[in-house]
Structure formats: structure tokens, C-alpha cells
């Protein structure tokens, strides 16, 4: 099946007073239709700014090269006039902040409709008709009355499942969604995620989720890319990267997350050690090396992995990878 996204040897670089920032390096993936790839890091690892580049978002003073493909159509170096034409209709974006994403001086009622009429020519009566089911489907209640009202009067929840009705308004066949669940309660976190899985169900989009959150992608991901500095760490399906991680820094997350079959006031949650580098002064050899547990001198810190194919659809770039055990969530 063609990918909907193509992704491949992508690399981003910012100039700095200290030196050029090598935010992304050399990142591939596919998603295809259907399909929702989960992709996180902790801050800084490059998710953001790889959704960024794809989406031609980036200012211009980023180096960007590698290829970009939707639907084997490129996408890097396209006009700014051509890239407008696909953002919203063929590829959209939920942000992160949806009170800062939303206009406070529009109705949110106008500004879905205005998501339309950019790529549409319809009527009035179409547009606010297509508005009122674009409300009801992603859950907000009383539609009619919801449609003439601004951002602030919309709760925080609300607010988000607003920006996944414009996000999906022309039903693109990529959706991208960066934090959408970012300071929600868990009731509000799971109706979001509903939200999306039911639109994905309907329309058969091609999802990329960006997140810090490993129980979203537990429970919403079909496949997971782990990034670190800037670089792929592991790329598997979502059962085997939980169950049978191969990277250190994917162990070390998986870790960290906090367990219901632990004993109260038994072990504390795992820490990984150290901080990320920065992407100035990246270290000549695997980025993880000072924080990794199973590190050895001469060998990490000298050359990069790459990333290999561990299993079928299942890789790491590690040059430890079979010199200790397997790690999970099992």
C-alpha cells in the first residue's frame, strides 16, 4: 500500500551564534492510510520540528534537505502558494495550545467555516450546515447554540476537540497532531483520543501523533518512532516496543512510567540519568552514550549507529543491541 506520508533522510539545521543546531538528522518513516505512528522524546529530541518541516512551517533561515513525500507528491520545495493550497485540505494540523491557536475575536463558528471556504466553494447555508456537523461529531454539545459562541466561552477540552473539527473539516488525508491532549484531565484526555479514533474510523486518515505521553500512544498507536537528539532511537509496532524495547533510552522511558502492579511505598519510578545534549555539541558517536547504562568506551562513543532492522518492522541504532536484555512493559 503507497504511504500517505514519505518520509525520508530528513535533516533540519538552525544557524546559532554557537554553531549551526542540527535539530532533526537524518529522520525516515512512512505512515500509511489508516494508520497512526506515534512519535516521542523528551523535549528537544526534534518531534515538533519534525512535523514542522513536513507541513513547510519552518522559517526561512532552516537548512532543510531530505525528501518529503503526500501521496508520492513532493512536498519540500514547493511554493509557499502551493503548500497553502494543501495545508488544511489535504493535510491538516491540531496544535498544541488551542486557546493561543484560536482567534479570540472570531467566533469558533467562523473560524471552522473560514477552514472550508479556503479550499471550498460553497454556499452559506452548506458551509454553516457542514459547521454544525463537524460540532456534533467531534462531541460538543447543543451545536446550534455552541457555533455563534467565541474561544473563551469554550471550556479547555472543548476548545481542543474545536481545533480537531478544523483540523478535520476538509477531511485531509493526513492529520497531524502535536500534544492534543497536553494539561486535560484524563476524562477530557480520553474523549479527545476517542474523538480522533472515531474520525480515523470514518475517513481512514493517516495520523502522527506527537507526544511526551506513552499511555496515549499505548492505547492510540499503531507503530511508535522514539526519538533522541534530533535522531531515530527505536521504530517498532506499539506491542513490541513495549513489550520487547531494544534501545537503552526506550527502556529507560518505559521505566519511568509509573505502574499499577507496583507495591505502594516499594521502588521509586526509574530516572534516567544526565540530561539530553545539546544539539551544538553533539558527542561523536551514539548521542545517548553519557547517559547509557550499557555503554562501553572505544565503541559508543566513537560512531554513530545507524538503524537496523531487529525483527520484521521492529528497528533500534544501538551498538550494544544483543549484549544485554530485552525491555518492556510486560
Not at 188 to 196: F, G, K, P, S
Not at 309 to 330: D, K, M, V, W
Request: one cysteine or more.
Amino acid at each position: 500500500m503507497e504511504p500517505v506520508l514519505s518520509v525520508r533522510d530528513l535533516c533540519v539545521t538552525f544557524p546559532s551564534d554557537d554553531g549551526p543546531v542540527r535539530a532533526v538528522d537524518h529522520v525516515s518513516f512512512d505512515v500509511h492510510p489508516g494508520e497512526t505512528l506515534g512519535i516521542v522524546g523528551e523535549s528537544g529530541s526534534g518531534k515538533s520540528v519534525t512535523s514542522l518541516a513536513v507541513l513547510g512551517l519552518l522559517p526561512k533561515r532552516a537548512s532543510i534537505t531530505g525528501s518529503v513525500t503526500l501521496l508520492g507528491q513532493p512536498l519540500l520545495g514547493r511554493k509557499e502558494s502551493e503548500l497553502r493550497r494543501l495545508r488544511g485540505d489535504r493535510i491538516a494540523m491540531v496544535f498544541q495550545d488551542a486557546l493561543a491557536a484560536l482567534n479570540p475575536v472570531f467566533t469558533v463558528g467562523s473560524q471552522i467555516a473560514e477552514a472550508i471556504t479556503e479550499h471550498h466553494d460553497r454556499s452559506r447555508a452548506e458551509v454553516r450546515q457542514r459547521v454544525l456537523e463537524l460540532l456534533d461529531l467531534v462531541g460538543i454539545p447543543n451545536p446550534t447554540a455552541r457555533i455563534n459562541q467565541y474561544p473563551h466561552e469554550y471550556s479547555g477540552g472543548m476548545r481542543q476537540r474545536a481545533m480537531i473539527a478544523m483540523a478535520i473539516a476538509n477531511e485531509p488525508e493526513l492529520l497531524i497532531a502535536d500534544e492534543p491532549t497536553t494539561a486535560l484531565d484524563v476524562t477530557v484526555q480520553a474523549q479527545v483520543l476517542d474523538v480522533l479514533e472515531r474520525i480515523q474510523l470514518r475517513t481512514n486518515s493517516a495520523i502522527l501523533l506527537i507526544t511526551h505521553d506513552l499511555g496515549v500512544v499505548a492505547g492510540t498507536a499503531d507503530r511508535v518512532m522514539v526519538m533522541y537528539a534530533g535522531r531515530q532511537a527505536e521504530l517498532a509496532d506499539v506491542e513490541a516496543l513495549f513489550y520487547e524495547a531494544r534501545h537503552p533510552y526506550t527502556q529507560g522511558l518505559l521505566a519511568s512510567l509509573p505502574r499499577l502492579d507496583r507495591r505502594v511505598g516499594g521502588e521509586k519510578l526509574h530516572r534516567i540519568k544526565g540530561q539530553p545534549p545539546s544539539l551544538v555539541h553533539l558527542p561523536p558517536g551514539c548521542a545517548f552514550t553519557p547517559r547509557c547504562p550499557h555503554a562501553r568506551a572505544g565503541e559508543c562513543d566513537q560512531e554513530r549507529p545507524t538503524l537496523v532492522e531487529l525483527s520484521p518492522r521492529h528497528f533500534a541504532a544501538c551498538h550494544r543491541i544483543g549484549s544485554f536484555e530485552t525491555a518492556g512493559a510486560a
